[in-house]
């Protein structure tokens, strides 16, 4: 089973898992295919933060990520 770890930086998810990046452009993070920003922000940027800064609801996202197949961890 596939894993999104909450508490890692969003550049790591992506870097692990390519199929994390589209999940979440879909899910409103269109900055994260821009591999500057992805660089930059995505170093530090973790997916409960990048949520409250968009306002796009946590439990969402994680609703998202299941459907997908992925575990969550917290």
């Given amino acids: 089973m596939k894993t999104i770890d909450l508490s890692k930086t969003v ?21 994260i295919t821009n591999p500057g920003m992805l660089n930059t922000a995505g170093r530090f ?11 796009i609801s946590l439990t969402h996202i994680k609703e998202a990520f299941a459907q997908k197949g992925y575990e969550i961890i917290e």
Avoid: H, N, R, W
């Fill in 45 to 55: 940027m973790t997916i409960p933060k990048g949520a409250a800064m968009k306002k």
């Fill in 11 to 31: 550049y790591e998810i992506c870097s692990a898992d390519p199929e994390a990046v589209t999940i979440m452009k879909e899910l409103g993070f269109k900055e």
